[in-house]
């Protein structure tokens, strides 16, 4: 079942979420396997993220890349825990 997630990220700014983007896409193999969808939203006090998965399992594959990464960056660590939902239902136009 597809999930949704919502995680704020006060204190990261644009640039060092771009910085990440870039290694994540470096590496070997396809880390973002399964995001179906995936935005980045600057705020007054940081970054904000949305994803689609196309399963939880495949969220929480990518969480296992993404943080030792984003730790080993500096990257401040979320105030909260990402909010996850299961969707009912996703379409992408033009798809």
Same mark, same amino acid.
């Given at each position: 079942?597809?999930v949704f997630?919502?995680? *704020?990220? %006060? &204190?990261t !700014?644009?640039?060092?979420?771009? =910085?990440?983007?870039?290694e994540?896409q *470096?590496? %070997? &193999?396809? !880390?973002f396997?399964?995001?179906? =969808?995936?935005?980045c939203?600057?705020t007054?006090t940081?970054?904000?993220?949305y994803?689609?998965?196309?399963?939880?399992e495949?969220?929480?594959?990518?969480?296992?890349?993404?943080m030792p990464?984003?730790?080993r960056r500096?990257?401040p660590a979320a105030?909260?825990?990402?909010t996850?939902?299961e969707?009912?239902r996703y379409?992408?136009?033009?798809s």
């Amino acid at each position: 079942m597809a999930v949704f997630m919502k995680v *704020s990220l %006060p &204190g990261t !700014t644009t640039e060092q979420y771009d =910085a990440l983007n870039t290694e994540l896409q *470096s590496m %070997p &193999g396809d !880390t973002f396997a399964g995001c179906l =969808a995936h935005v980045c939203v600057p705020t007054d006090t940081g970054i904000e993220v949305y994803d689609l998965w196309e399963s939880q399992e495949a969220m929480d594959k990518f969480g296992a890349v993404v943080m030792p990464v984003a730790e080993r960056r500096g990257l401040p660590a979320a105030s909260e825990r990402p909010t996850v939902s299961e969707v009912h239902r996703y379409w992408i136009p033009g798809s």
